[in-house]
């Protein structure tokens, strides 16, 4: 039985500590803040309550394969998981919309067809089917199993177009894939997973169309009470499986004995804590960067992702006036100008604020009781993908900045944003501003406060291709004795990603190969 010191309380990290004290070890999680959940965290106010990190849940298994692992109460006993259907509205803006059935696929391509016209359905059908072949080449080796040859993903999966001359065509990019679609709403839909987890779909793998299979296959949830009802029940499950939690104990050091391996942790306040092996679960960004995990040289830091990803701005909008039923849970306003969107999102220098056309937004607007305080309210949350936190941009509200990233603190910026999402919103909320009792924003600074992640940067999954660009970290790190989980780390970001994360890691500790299955 080792004693295992656990960096962070997120759900990769808590979902680590059920499964390693469940094998009988002593675990102690030590989080920097008062609270547990990392990013899925939750705001309630005046009867109101709304979910500030993800909305819904996808591929619920691996949830419910962590409390098959580590108890005998399932994980529906604990949380009532619910289908949404349909599994997203889509707007555009020339006025059409499509709503796709939740894992239905001859739904999805009755429902295409009629939106966008006959072929339109099969069109998508096809790139599915391609993305299945991808999703079966990716599965055990970049998501299931430890991370054993990181050139092997490098290499893109998705089956090429074809052939010219002696050579096959090389996989294309996402937007190839879109463009090849044949309408730009199409294109736009399928380029919508991309942009949500923050990824460039001009230079995301064709990989990518792995993001809307796994919804379209496995279904899209959502837990009621939220989706931080999910956090809450794992955080008892380690309670009941002994887990201790120490909240406000922030490490600022990794402990290493004479042979150089992991010995244990050292807190803000001094306290140097043993321990016979380590998981870390924070931002590795910020453990490499603050010096408390060891290689302070970035050229010596392990792959964690792109740098600079982007965050997300949340505006948590309550309501008077009842939701009105058939109302989607999940709606997706596509920008106007899908180009103008993207060269606003990933430029290294922008305006604060996207040029008119330029954004797309998502609606969350849950039929949940315990997020409303009566009937005759509504609580509804804005979501938009951004670019991070850089306290050191230039600019204001419509100044111009630099560097890859806004001042999401710098005066105006914020408040102005929000409005901008409000009224793109509207096309999916009619009143919506005779409606509103109250707004709070939230913008990548905020995430960047309150969970460590530099920048407020939210981690994609990892995906095979781009040359092995968004390759994450592997769960043994190069120190004995230190393992690494959570969205930073392998097989990426996403809750189903930083689950399966912990089951690698777990098995690791217990002399297994590392898998997740």
């Given at each position: ?17 059920a ?12 989080e ?33 394969d ?24 889509h ?20 429902a ?15 790139v ?20 054993r ?52 779909p ?9 993001l ?15 989706v ?13 499986r ?22 244990g ?92 056309g ?19 309210h ?8 951004v ?49 509103e ?41 190069g ?25 690698i ?13």
């Amino acid at each position: 039985m080792a004693r295992i010191a656990v960096i962070g309380a997120g759900m990769a990290s808590m979902a680590a500590a059920a499964r390693l004290a469940t094998g009988g070890h002593r675990v102690a999680v030590y989080e920097r803040g008062g609270t547990f959940g990392g990013g899925v965290g939750r705001l309630v106010r005046d009867g109101f309550a709304f979910d500030t990190g993800p909305g819904v849940l996808t591929l619920p298994a691996v949830y419910r394969d962590l409390f098959v692992k580590t108890g005998r109460e399932p994980l529906a006993d604990r949380v009532d998981l619910v289908q949404v259907d349909p599994a997203g509205h889509h707007l555009f803006a020339d006025g059409s919309s499509v709503s796709l059935p939740n894992a239905s696929r001859s739904g999805v391509i009755e429902a295409l067809d009629g939106a966008f016209g006959p072929g339109s359905g099969e069109r998508w059908s096809e790139v599915m089917v391609r993305a299945r072949e991808t999703w079966e080449a990716m599965r055990r080796p970049l998501l299931e199993d430890v991370l054993r040859d990181p050139a092997a993903a490098a290499r893109d999966p998705y089956p090429a177009a074809g052939r010219r001359g002696l050579f096959r065509r090389a996989a294309p990019t996402l937007a190839g894939v879109a463009a090849g679609l044949g309408d730009p709403r199409l294109a736009a839909l399928l380029e919508s997973w991309a942009l949500g987890y923050g990824l460039d779909p001009r230079s995301a793998p064709a990989s990518t169309t792995v993001l809307p299979y796994l919804e379209a296959t496995f279904g899209v949830w959502y837990p009621r009470g939220g989706v931080r009802a999910l956090a809450e029940a794992v955080h008892e499950r380690c309670l009941a499986r002994k887990v201790e939690f120490h909240f406000d104990a922030e490490v600022t050091e990794l402990l290493t004995g004479a042979d150089g391996s992991a010995a244990g942790v050292e807190l803000a306040d001094g306290r140097a804590v043993p321990a016979d092996l380590v998981v870390a679960g924070a931002p590795l960004p910020a453990l490499y960067r603050d010096q408390v995990l060891p290689w302070t040289r970035q050229d010596e830091w392990p792959p964690m992702g792109p740098p600079g990803e982007p965050g997300r701005v949340t505006v948590h909008l309550a309501l008077r006036g009842a939701r009105p039923g058939g109302t989607a849970h999940r709606t997706v306003v596509h920008a106007a100008d899908r180009r103008a969107a993207l060269d606003w999102l990933f430029a290294s220098r922008r305006e604060a604020l996207p040029p008119e056309g330029g954004l797309t937004v998502t609606v969350l607007r849950p039929d949940d009781p315990a997020a409303r305080p009566d009937a005759g309210h509504e609580a509804v949350t804005l979501t938009a993908t951004v670019p991070p936190h850089r306290p050191d941009a230039r600019g204001g509200a419509s100044g111009d900045t630099s560097g890859g990233g806004l001042d999401w603190t710098a005066p105006g910026v914020a408040e102005a944003f929000a409005a901008r999402m409000a009224a793109v919103a509207e096309a999916a909320l009619p009143g919506l501003g005779e409606r509103e009792c109250w707004r709070e924003v939230r913008t990548p600074a905020d995430t960047e406060r309150e969970t460590g992640a530099p920048g407020g940067s939210v981690p994609a999954p990892a995906l095979a291709g781009a040359g092995g660009a968004l390759v994450r970290a592997a769960n043994r790190s190069g120190v004995p004795g230190l393992y690494l989980v959570g969205g930073w780390a392998h097989p990426g970001g996403g809750l189903p990603h930083t689950g399966m994360s912990a089951a690698i890691t777990a098995d690791l500790v217990a002399g297994g190969p590392g898998g997740s299955r």
